[in-house]
């Protein structure tokens, strides 16, 4: 906890900061191994974000307070690493790591003293502490009109002459740039002295007024029949017609009236409504638009799922070239990435081991220019960070080409550094014919890389291993699915130091010969897809015994990654992606993690993982009824404009549709699109059905993309990928990924085969939701 200390004037420490950093202050800003640019660094009124110039980004020069990981005193970052230890003093240095590939902002200062203000203001700003007029304050404004924070800005960069008022040719302006057709004939009626246009200076709005104007102009067509199909046809919903509106349309049992009581208190902005205990349009319209009208289920925020069963009953989140930030030719290797990862949720990440100066191992991508980490720094890191966001295991892919004295090392600091994370002494290896779960190896590191057998001596200097060293009794199937994937497989042979060896807690095996429980294989792509072509079946019955790793082909020197979706199909747990490449295969990952409160394990389908299941057969699961989805889109919501547009917010209006895409099982994988509507980016209305049918809705995602229809193409505008299990019924926004305000209405209704609505998809009562909305308040 932070304390509040008081300066002699009795100004506390901390509003001294606040004062200091919004008044700004002149530092250097370090890149590279250049000499550093000279900047003026200053927090923005709101106490929302940091913010710089000059510099050729303009307004978007800036990191919000919210997107800052931690803040390092000193010179602790690789930026300053590259400098002369002399040229700084340390008492003037600090980074700031921020954003989702936890990238450095690394600063120095022309004294210590200006170097700790900005260091304690940070931290007191991160710790979400602040004063009546700056978080609290936003918070409250935020929960009551949710649609004009985003635009206080823009409103100040309208206003060209500065007099506080914007005239009608200000206002036209600024609707372009919100991307909304500018209509004379609404904005006219809109200016009557009766509506927005209130005061003596007729013909302009001032900010308060152009509040009032575009809360008229963003009020929902969908929303307002919606509520007036619940409440008679009255400007409001009672308590009754909520619950109605719960139990029908959200598929919510158990809703009672003094939960229905909760939602007009929290969300209800007009203290007449509030007296009378109703909901009007804006509360209405405040709460659908909070996590409660969220399509994204709210329990599947945190591990729900068994998580006792063996591990190669999950699917595990992994990452390949874990290291790499961009290319495997040229890019730059960094240890921030392990750090990036594993606070993404993944729990297998790779680490790439060569001989380096100096007797240190170091971290790279072998026989290429990319440059080199040390593996010491490596495993610091991942000790830091491996737990932070959740308790369930580590898996640390070894990669090892270094020579025996140099495994020395690589022991050394695997038992120093992560001490009791890799001791497995209190899991009986000899007892679990299966690998032990998830729950059981909580806290621990399991690291994987090839292992010497167990005759060899721990004293000995050296020992050979080669993927036909194992012997293991097999059941005559184990043997039988094991020679079927084993003709497809290269076998390999090279020196392990014994102590390294011991290190070791799970041992991998290119072959698929003689395996054990403990054993596990990885694969590039282009075998795992040889092998699924031939034998889809006997691959997904592997793959219920053994951990199988999937990386993608040595051809992708671009960290290019494969579609994921088929290898999960046949069952395979460690399907490895680039996560320095941003995109669909990505996007596609996180949806699937985020199923189980992104904790890097998804317990698989039970076809997959017990009897017999092809994925490749038009009839996978015989006997079992099919599912249909049918989604109803409605309307848009401040669409914003592609952005590789050429002119930015001075571009065209956009003319958006939505394609809705099912990736699963061959057999249910298909898209369908909406109408395009023209000239509307902020509120366009669409209100088609699509409808699909499913045979495993398990394993199945659904993607939701928006597009701006050209006449020579189609420009991306943004996406939002869920998992089908994740879905709630009803009516629920769909937020685009990245994007604060941007979202689809839309309506989910889920039935079987025979057309009987499925309520399994809804929530069994309402206090989940009620907590969820509390949490968020």
Same mark, same amino acid.
């Given at each position: 906890?932070?304390?509040?200390?008081?300066?002699?004037?009795?100004?506390?420490?901390?509003?001294?900061?606040?004062?200091?950093?919004?008044?700004?202050?002149?530092?250097?800003?370090?890149?590279?191994?250049?000499?550093?640019?000279?900047?003026?660094?200053?927090?923005?009124?709101?106490?929302?974000?940091?913010?710089?110039?000059?510099?050729?980004?303009?307004?978007?020069?800036?990191?919000?307070?919210?997107?800052?990981?931690?803040?390092?005193?000193?010179?602790?970052?690789?930026?300053?690493?590259?400098?002369?230890?002399?040229?700084?003093?340390?008492?003037?240095?600090?980074?700031?790591?921020?954003?989702?590939?936890?990238?450095?902002?690394?600063?120095?200062?022309?004294?210590?003293?200006?170097?700790?203000?900005?260091?304690?203001?940070?931290?007191?700003?991160?710790?979400?502490?602040?004063?009546?007029?700056?978080?609290?304050?936003?918070?409250?404004?935020?929960?009551?009109?949710?649609?004009?924070?985003?635009?206080?800005?823009?409103?100040?960069?309208?206003?060209?002459?500065?007099?506080?008022?914007?005239?009608?040719?200000?206002?036209?302006?600024?609707?372009?740039?919100?991307?909304?057709?500018?209509?004379?004939?609404?904005?006219?009626?809109?200016?009557?002295?009766?509506?927005?246009?209130?005061?003596?200076?007729?013909?302009?709005?001032?900010? &308060?007024?152009?509040?009032?104007?575009?809360?008229?102009?963003?009020?929902?067509?969908?929303?307002?029949?919606?509520?007036?199909?619940?409440?008679?046809?009255?400007?409001?919903?009672?308590?009754?017609?909520?619950?109605?509106?719960?139990?029908?349309?959200?598929?919510?049992?158990?809703?009672?009236?003094?939960?229905?009581?909760?939602?007009?208190?929290?969300?209800?902005?007009?203290?007449?409504?509030?007296?009378?205990?109703?909901?009007?349009?804006?509360?209405?319209?405040?709460?659908?638009?909070?996590?409660?009208?969220?399509?994204?289920?709210?329990?599947?925020?945190?591990?729900?799922?068994?998580?006792?069963?063996?591990?190669?009953?999950?699917?595990?989140?992994?990452?390949?070239?874990?290291?790499?930030?961009?290319?495997?030719?040229?890019?730059?290797?960094?240890?921030?990435?392990?750090?990036?990862?594993?606070?993404?949720?993944?729990?297998?990440?790779?680490?790439?081991?060569?001989?380096?100066?100096?007797?240190?191992?170091?971290?790279?991508?072998?026989?290429?220019?990319?440059?080199?980490?040390?593996?010491?720094?490596?495993?610091?890191?991942?000790?830091?960070?491996?737990?932070?966001?959740?308790?369930?295991?580590?898996?640390?892919?070894?990669?090892?080409?270094?020579?025996?004295?140099?495994?020395?090392?690589?022991?050394?600091?695997?038992?120093?550094?992560?001490?009791?994370?890799?001791?497995?002494?209190?899991?009986?290896?000899?007892?679990?014919?299966?690998?032990?779960?998830?729950?059981?190896?909580?806290?621990?590191?399991?690291?994987?890389?090839?292992?010497?057998?167990?005759?060899?001596?721990?004293?000995?200097?050296?020992?050979?291993?080669?993927?036909?060293?194992?012997?293991?009794?097999?059941? &005559?199937?184990?043997?039988?699915?094991?020679?079927?994937?084993?003709?497809?497989?290269?076998?390999?042979?090279?020196?392990?130091?014994?102590?390294?060896?011991?290190?070791?807690?799970?041992?991998?095996?290119?072959?698929?010969?003689?395996?054990?429980?403990?054993?596990?294989?990885?694969?590039?792509?282009?075998?795992?897809?040889?092998?699924?072509?031939?034998?889809?079946?006997?691959?997904?019955?592997?793959?219920?015994?053994?951990?199988?790793?999937?990386?993608?082909?040595?051809?992708?020197?671009?960290?290019?990654?494969?579609?994921?979706?088929?290898?999960?199909?046949?069952?395979?747990?460690?399907?490895?992606?680039?996560?320095?490449?941003?995109?669909?295969?990505?996007?596609?990952?996180?949806?699937?993690?985020?199923?189980?409160?992104?904790?890097?394990?998804?317990?698989?389908?039970?076809?997959?993982?017990?009897?017999?299941?092809?994925?490749?057969?038009?009839?996978?699961?015989?006997?079992?009824?099919?599912?249909?989805?049918?989604?109803?889109?409605?309307?848009?919501?401040?669409?914003?404009?592609?952005?590789?547009?050429?002119?930015?917010?001075?571009?065209?209006?956009?003319?958006?549709?939505?394609?809705?895409?099912?990736?699963?099982?061959?057999?249910?994988?298909?898209?369908?699109?909406?109408?395009?509507?023209?000239?509307?980016?902020?509120?366009?209305?669409?209100?088609?059905?699509?409808?699909?049918?499913?045979?495993?809705?398990? %394993?199945?995602?659904?993607?939701?993309?928006?597009?701006?229809?050209?006449?020579?193409?189609?420009?991306?505008?943004?996406?939002?990928? %869920?998992?089908?299990?994740?879905?709630?019924?009803?009516?629920?926004?769909?937020?685009?990924?990245?994007?604060?305000?941007?979202?689809?209405?839309?309506?989910?209704?889920?039935?079987?085969?025979?057309?009987?609505?499925?309520?399994?998809?809804?929530?069994?009562?309402?206090?989940?939701?009620?907590?969820?909305?509390?949490?968020?308040?």
């Amino acid at each position: 906890m932070l304390c509040v200390w008081l300066t002699p004037c009795g100004l506390s420490a901390v509003e001294r900061c606040m004062c200091t950093m919004q008044t700004g202050t002149q530092m250097t800003k370090l890149k590279g191994k250049k000499k550093g640019l000279v900047r003026f660094f200053y927090l923005d009124e709101h106490k929302s974000c940091i913010r710089w110039r000059p510099s050729r980004k303009h307004d978007k020069a800036k990191i919000t307070i919210d997107s800052i990981h931690e803040v390092c005193e000193g010179k602790k970052s690789e930026i300053f690493q590259r400098y002369a230890d002399s040229r700084f003093d340390p008492n003037c240095c600090f980074s700031i790591y921020h954003g989702d590939h936890v990238e450095s902002l690394d600063l120095v200062s022309t004294n210590g003293d200006e170097a700790r203000t900005w260091i304690t203001g940070l931290k007191y700003l991160m710790a979400g502490i602040s004063d009546e007029d700056s978080l609290a304050k936003r918070q409250r404004k935020r929960d009551q009109y949710p649609l004009l924070c985003h635009y206080v800005q823009t409103f100040s960069e309208a206003d060209k002459n500065g007099d506080g008022n914007l005239s009608l040719g200000e206002v036209l302006q600024l609707l372009h740039k919100l991307n909304w057709l500018t209509l004379t004939l609404i904005l006219t009626f809109s200016f009557h002295p009766q509506k927005a246009d209130t005061d003596d200076n007729q013909g302009s709005l001032a900010f &308060e007024e152009f509040c009032t104007f575009y809360k008229m102009m963003s009020t929902r067509r969908g929303l307002y029949l919606i509520m007036l199909s619940y409440s008679n046809n009255k400007e409001f919903m009672d308590l009754n017609d909520l619950v109605r509106f719960m139990e029908n349309e959200q598929k919510m049992a158990g809703v009672t009236r003094e939960y229905c009581l909760e939602i007009v208190s929290q969300f209800e902005p007009c203290s007449q409504n509030l007296q009378n205990m109703v909901l009007g349009i804006d509360g209405f319209t405040n709460y659908m638009r909070s996590p409660a009208g969220d399509i994204f289920k709210p329990d599947h925020h945190h591990v729900h799922q068994d998580m006792t069963q063996p591990l190669c009953n999950y699917f595990i989140a992994s990452s390949h070239n874990t290291y790499l930030t961009g290319d495997q030719l040229l890019s730059e290797s960094r240890v921030d990435m392990y750090a990036y990862v594993l606070q993404a949720g993944c729990r297998c990440v790779e680490v790439d081991c060569w001989d380096g100066p100096d007797g240190e191992p170091i971290v790279h991508h072998g026989y290429t220019l990319t440059s080199k980490i040390l593996f010491k720094d490596v495993i610091e890191t991942i000790n830091k960070y491996a737990f932070t966001k959740n308790q369930y295991p580590v898996i640390l892919s070894i990669e090892n080409h270094c020579t025996v004295p140099q495994q020395k090392k690589m022991a050394e600091y695997l038992l120093e550094v992560l001490q009791d994370k890799v001791d497995l002494s209190t899991v009986n290896m000899n007892e679990f014919r299966k690998l032990p779960s998830p729950e059981l190896l909580k806290g621990k590191i399991l690291v994987k890389g090839k292992k010497l057998p167990a005759n060899i001596d721990d004293d000995a200097e050296e020992g050979d291993v080669s993927d036909e060293d194992s012997e293991e009794e097999e059941d &005559e199937d184990d043997t039988q699915i094991n020679t079927d994937v084993r003709t497809l497989l290269p076998t390999r042979s090279f020196s392990i130091l014994p102590r390294l060896s011991v290190c070791l807690n799970l041992c991998v095996f290119w072959s698929a010969a003689y395996l054990t429980s403990w054993q596990v294989s990885s694969l590039n792509e282009s075998i795992v897809n040889q092998i699924m072509a031939l034998k889809p079946a006997q691959l997904v019955r592997f793959n219920q015994r053994q951990l199988l790793r999937v990386y993608p082909s040595n051809y992708r020197v671009d960290s290019s990654n494969f579609n994921p979706q088929p290898f999960w199909n046949a069952g395979c747990h460690m399907v490895a992606l680039n996560y320095q490449t941003e995109g669909r295969m990505l996007e596609l990952n996180r949806a699937k993690f985020s199923t189980n409160g992104n904790c890097g394990y998804l317990l698989k389908p039970r076809c997959m993982n017990k009897g017999f299941f092809n994925p490749t057969l038009e009839d996978p699961l015989p006997g079992q009824s099919k599912t249909q989805l049918v989604l109803k889109i409605i309307s848009g919501q401040q669409l914003p404009k592609p952005k590789d547009s050429m002119l930015g917010d001075r571009g065209e209006i956009i003319d958006p549709f939505v394609e809705v895409e099912i990736i699963g099982l061959p057999i249910d994988c298909c898209k369908q699109q909406t109408r395009v509507v023209d000239d509307n980016g902020f509120n366009p209305m669409w209100e088609e059905s699509l409808v699909f049918t499913l045979h495993m809705t398990q %394993i199945a995602l659904v993607r939701f993309q928006v597009w701006d229809h050209d006449p020579i193409g189609q420009n991306f505008i943004g996406q939002r990928t %869920i998992a089908f299990v994740s879905m709630m019924p009803g009516y629920r926004h769909v937020y685009l990924e990245g994007m604060e305000e941007a979202s689809i209405f839309v309506h989910v209704a889920v039935n079987d085969i025979t057309g009987k609505v499925g309520l399994s998809t809804g929530l069994s009562f309402a206090l989940p939701v009620l907590l969820l909305l509390k949490s968020k308040a």
